[in-house]
């Protein structure tokens, strides 16, 4: 299973390159990929894994999201406000 993570930014990207009406899916997705990653990070911090540093995963979606919604990459991030918000909010967590 990969990292939900790195999922959600190869979801990212399919639900911006797939042609017009096709990425229906992908957003979906995404949706339900915002509701997890807080609960994958919580458990994350419970656990410890040897040579692996979640932070930096971390750290690279959060950058990734704040260029898109800073109008610096070439994607935009199609969730509600509220889904982002937690997000961002829950990856900002973790960092600290």
Do not use: W
């Not at 229906?24 to 997705?29: A, E, Q, T």
């Not at 995963?57 to 969730?79: N, Q």
């Amino acid at each position: 299973m990969l990292d939900p993570r790195s999922l959600f930014i190869c979801k990212l990207h399919a639900a911006n390159t797939r042609p017009e009406g096709q990425a229906g899916n992908d957003v979906k997705h995404l949706a339900i990929l915002a509701r997890v990653i807080p609960r994958f990070l919580a458990k994350l911090r419970a656990v410890t894994v040897p040579d692996y540093d979640g932070k930096e995963d971390a750290s690279r979606l959060l950058l990734k999201i704040e260029a898109c919604e800073a109008g610096r990459g070439v994607f935009t991030v199609p969730l509600s406000a509220e889904e982002l918000r937690l997000l961002v909010q829950a990856l900002h967590q973790h960092l600290k």
